[in-house]
C-alpha cells in the first residue's frame, strides 16, 4: 500500500475531486477540511491577515491507483498553475527480510555446546 498526501487551496478543490473522479481513483480517501501552513505559494493562515485556507486528502492505494491519482493532480496543476496544489508520495522503502540467527551445531563428539544468547546486551547488576 502507498500513501499519497494531496494539499492544495480550497479554489480547486472541486477540480481535483473531478479529476479524480475521471482517473477512477481516490474513491477512499481521509479529508482534512482546513489545513493551514506556508508553502512555495506563501502562508495560507485562514485568518484576516493570509485569509487563504488548504484542504488535504490522504489515499491508501495500490501503486495502480497512485499513478492515476497523479495524473489526475497534474492535470489540475496544468488548469491552475498558480494555485497551490501538492501531491506527495514518499519513495517505495524495501524491508529486507529479518536474518535468521541459527544456533552452532553438536559437536561431532555429540556433546551440544552451551547456548548463545543473541539479544540485546544485558546490564551487569
Given at each position: 500500500m502507498i500513501r499519497i498526501e494531496i494539499v492544495a487551496n480550497h479554489s480547486v478543490e472541486d477540480n481535483i475531486m473531478e479529476a479524480l473522479q475521471h482517473e477512477g481513483v481516490g474513491k477512499f480517501y481521509t479529508k482534512y477540511p482546513s489545513v493551514f501552513g506556508v508553502g512555495s505559494r506563501g502562508p495560507r493562515m485562514g485568518d484576516a491577515i493570509w485569509p487563504e485556507e488548504n484542504f488535504a486528502?490522504?489515499?491508501?492505494?495500490?501503486?495502480?491507483?497512485?499513478?492515476?491519482?497523479?495524473?489526475?493532480?497534474?492535470?489540475?496543476?496544468?488548469?491552475?498553475?498558480?494555485?497551490?496544489?501538492?501531491?506527495?508520495?514518499?519513495?517505495?522503502?524495501?524491508?529486507?527480510?529479518?536474518?535468521?540467527?541459527?544456533?552452532?551445531?553438536?559437536?561431532?563428539?555429540?556433546?551440544?555446546?552451551?547456548?548463545?544468547?543473541?539479544?540485546?546486551?544485558?546490564?551487569?547488576?
Open positions: 486528502l490522504v489515499i491508501w492505494c495500490e501503486a495502480e491507483e497512485a499513478q492515476g491519482i497523479e495524473r489526475a493532480v497534474q492535470s489540475v496543476k496544468k488548469r491552475f498553475p498558480e494555485e497551490g496544489i501538492k501531491c506527495f508520495r514518499p519513495p517505495e522503502v524495501v524491508i529486507p527480510p529479518p536474518q535468521v540467527v541459527l544456533p552452532p551445531a553438536p559437536s561431532p563428539s555429540g556433546s551440544v555446546p552451551p547456548p548463545v544468547y543473541y539479544g540485546p546486551e544485558e546490564e551487569n547488576s
